[in-house]
């Protein structure tokens, strides 16, 4: 990246990546839960990724990326409750 820190090269291996909310998960425990700040598909900025295909992605305000951790994109849903 041109502003610097680290990138993740990702493999989609399930669903879709959007930018957005997402965690790392580093050996079955959460080691970052916040938004993705970068998401790419090769040099091109991209809205989403879709599985079976790779992409480099950042994330704010963190730099600790190791091999092996799992990158889970999630949104958060508010349901209002019904009678």
């Known amino acids: 990246?041109?502003?610097?820190?680290?990138?993740?090269?990702?493999?989609?291996?399930?669903?879709?990546?959007?930018?957005?909310?997402?965690?790392?998960v580093r050996k079955g425990d959460l080691v970052y839960e916040g938004i993705s700040h970068t998401l790419k598909r090769f040099k091109d900025d991209a809205q989403e990724v879709q599985s079976g295909t790779e992409c480099g992605m950042a994330f704010a305000n963190?730099?600790?990326?190791?091999?092996?951790?799992?990158?889970?994109?999630?949104d958060v849903e508010e349901v209002s409750r019904e009678l």
Do not use: H, P
């Open 62 to 74: 963190y730099q600790d990326i190791q091999v092996g951790d799992v990158i889970e994109c999630f």
């Open 1 to 24: 990246l041109s502003k610097g820190g680290n990138v993740a090269g990702c493999a989609v291996t399930s669903g879709k990546i959007v930018r957005g909310k997402m965690r790392v």
